[in-house]
């Protein structure tokens, strides 16, 4: 199971810092990836870790403002958002993947419940 957390209101320009915590011995065996949803938009992919933490990749808006990372040690996998713009605002969920450098929705086996996250202009 996943669980994410830390989603909230933020003024634009500023940052926030989404958890994602997993439960289950599997959790440093798999790509953990974030994904967002925006009203009335399909659901995006933003970014994803492989299973070490030792590679990162991510959708070309989250370029240089997005950080993904992990904590095999804490079952933690995480998204420090800087710099967040209104167009940022949506649904964010983290989600495990048994397949490196996945990033298609369909790759994902496991599925967090999603967190909000509203930028004000």
């Known amino acids: 199971q996943l669980q994410a957390s830390g989603g909230g209101l933020v003024q634009a320009g500023g940052s926030l810092r989404l958890s994602c915590a997993a439960s289950?011995?599997?959790?440093?065996?798999?790509?953990m990836g974030w994904f967002r949803q925006a009203p009335g938009k399909e659901r995006a992919f933003v970014a994803g870790?492989?299973?070490?933490?030792?590679?990162?990749y991510s959708a070309d808006f989250a370029k240089g403002r997005f950080t993904i990372s992990r904590d095999n040690s804490k079952n933690a996998a995480y998204l420090q958002m800087k710099s967040l713009k209104p167009e940022d605002t949506a649904v964010y969920y983290c989600?495990?993947?048994?397949?490196?450098?996945?990033?298609?929705?369909?790759?994902?086996?496991?599925w967090g419940q999603g967190t909000q996250v509203t930028v004000s202009s």
């Open positions: 989600a495990g993947s048994a397949i490196p450098f996945a990033t298609l929705q369909s790759q994902f086996d496991y």
């Open positions: 289950g011995r599997t959790f440093s065996s798999y790509t």
């Open positions: 870790i492989s299973w070490s933490g030792g590679n990162t």
